[in-house]
């Protein structure tokens, strides 16, 4: 999802909130949806927040619609209160939303919601690989890796391009399954029509 601001990735992150807090955004690299980097940016962020307006409700609200709206905002009402405060609509919605979904998360079966052992979501088992050289293609490395291009897309969402260029004293960290095994190129063979 992304909002008409230009907020993306699982924690919608803004582009330059991104950039402040170590998130790569590329044309072949958006870190916004990097489930690892991208929570750790977010846990940044919150904690900033809650330092700067002494509690989560307000600290939820200015990650939402920025410190500097929220600064503004208490000044101009003269209120410290989340719940006293007129806010945009969206804003105001996102901290009962999260109160909501906490409550729902910590209680699924008070609210109707049982969750059987089957219904819960397992990740499958992941390796990390450090990649410190460009990739040209990443369908082939996938291939190379013997897995699926897609495979590779749904471990690593936060690949946009169909390579990935590695500078001169970077590296990436890439998911795979712990499964995945090299293949040798020799043996790959592609479908014939």
């Known amino acids: 999802a992304i909002s008409p601001a230009g907020a993306t990735g699982f924690w919608q992150i803004m582009p ?14 958006d870190e916004r949806y990097h489930p690892i980097k991208s929570a750790y940016a977010a846990a940044k962020i919150l904690k900033e927040n809650y330092d700067k307006f002494g509690n989560w409700a307000l600290a939820a609200a200015a990650y939402n619609a920025g410190p500097g709206y929220l600064e503004g905002t ?16 969206e804003t ?4 009962i939303r ?12 008070r609210f109707g919601y049982p969750i059987s052992k089957d219904n819960i979501y397992t990740a499958e088992p992941t390796k990390t690989i450090k990649v410190k050289e460009t990739i040209p293609d990443l369908a082939e490395f996938a291939i190379q ?10 471990l690593n969402p936060w690949l946009k391009a169909k ?31």
């Open 74 to 89: 208490i000044q101009f009402q003269q209120s410290k209160s989340y719940y006293n405060l007129h806010l945009y609509p």
């Open 145 to 154: 890796n013997g897995i699926t291009y897609k495979t590779l897309l749904e």
């Open 92 to 95: 105001a919605r996102y901290v």
């Open 16 to 29: 330059e909130v991104a950039g402040h807090y170590g998130l790569e955004i590329s044309d072949e690299v």
């Open 163 to 193: 390579s990935l260029t590695v500078k001169e004293g970077k590296s990436y960290e890439i998911e795979l399954p712990v499964g995945a095994k090299p293949v040798a190129k020799d043996s790959i063979q592609t479908e014939k029509k």
């Open 98 to 109: 999260l109160i909501a979904f906490k409550s729902l998360y910590e209680n699924p079966t």
